[in-house]
């Protein structure tokens, strides 16, 4: 009998989908950073679903402070907004505990959550608490809705052949700290997509080794990666930077054009914050493959 | 230190929800069935969101037949949209599932759920798969968007002292497995908001126990409860009928002067149903108190 961890979770997910009835719309479902809704041709603002899950011992450690691991589980989903060049706007929050929890903990995590939501301007707009039996990991889900002007959206699936690859911050290490305390790069999409609208963008959440490869077959591309230019955290090697997981920087494709003007604009708007150029798309079939990453159910690797 | 135990799943809520920003709109938030969200005076129909959770050997065993689970777990929504007048239209499901987990469980959880989205006509829009350590129990939380005619939004805070209390179906006996294949009220309180519009409404979840001091404080009210009158499942006693939970049966408060018309009209549309007049809404302070009920995270009473 094959188990989860024999198929893999991209195979799962594609398997499970299969199952259920879709929706019909065009611009949403599985497989981008978030469902996209769209109100009619009336609206100029479309909708943004998405869910989250973060659990003890996989995401965060049962040691961790609980206020750091409420601000990243609800960054890690404003950070999936801005991957779609949109932004929070009501969060649903439920969390599955063992009752002998402390309360303080609860309270910790909720007020790490309201940092985060007061941040980025979202509020919470319902939940729900469940128990979970003695020893079980704790569980957090966060469903929130959000909003993207119709014409900034950026899908994953749009990207072609010969448009450059980009990647924000540093790649790597997130586990010394960052993943716990990263700020979602909401302010660096809303600017891009008002200025140098990529053609396709993601958040990189399990590694790029992992998510580089998922951007480039959702716009039916193969991918070329310059390891020279990839920024690498100090301190981190090459393959934690592919690896590690966890880095919530922005990844996109820009057509060649557009990328000098923005490249040379970028540093006056975020003086803090690197913009690396890190290869191209290229044809389907063409490039090259990469390995590891962080795959929730598929052989583990160091 | 306290503990989640120490202090109950509403007062949990209570002091949690205070920590975070929240939704301004008069219409929305925690404490009633589903969160309503008013997209502007234009529009015709309100937004509903909610998220449930389900978890492993507190609200399903984990021999269960897992398309039963799914069912159940989609259907709980389902009955919550149905308790404020409204439908389901898009599903976030999220698993945390342990890796050893068979395939195929996965599988037949995701038919049950697509068995109750196909029967509601709601969608799949997007979802999330996490790991949890070996050992830990399996967690399933589902957030839905809904919708509802702004005419017909029934919310849990808007009875008036006097109102009749009526309760559909008959309570108690989940556990002799109706828990895992209750089919959602949404017909009936359809059929209830299009033509004699409760005042004040909500699903049996936790049990009348609980859930009926509920409804009359969101409005502000007392309750008295006519126990000769309370529709028992036949084979159970009058405090399972109370305590049990899980009957997913619509609990709602009338104007007097039309539930005579109600209760007469009632048979002819739903033949198989009962429903019963169990008491009626009192001025707060008087009236009578109800212990019992499920509590996630207070003291568990048989």
Redesign the interface.
Known sequence: ???????G?DA??Q???R??????SPL???GDD??V?D?GPGSAMLQL???????????FLPDSPARAVGWKAAARVVSDFAAMGGRPE?????L?????????W??EL??G??DC??AFD????????????A???A?I?I?A?GCVPRDQLVLRSTGKPGHALFVTGTLGGSLRGKHLSFSPRSKEANWLVSNYKPTAMMDVSDGLAKDLPRLAAASGCGFELDRERLPVTPGCTLAQALGDGEDFELLFACEEARSAAMLAAWPAAFPDLPLSRIGQLVASGSGETLAGGWD??GPQVS
């Open positions: 009998m094959n188990s989860l961890r024999d198929i979770e799962l997910i398997r499970l989908i199952l259920v009835p879709r929706d019909p949403a479902g599985p978030c469902a809704i109100p679903l998405k869910t989250d899950a973060m659990v003890a011992g996989i995401h009501r969060f649903l929050i439920t599955a505990l063992d009752p002998q929890s402390p309360l303080c609860a309270e909720y007020r959550i309201g939501l007061s979202a509020v919470l707009a319902g939940g729900e608490t469940s128990s979970v039996p020893g079980s990991a569980v889900s469903a809705t929730h159910f």
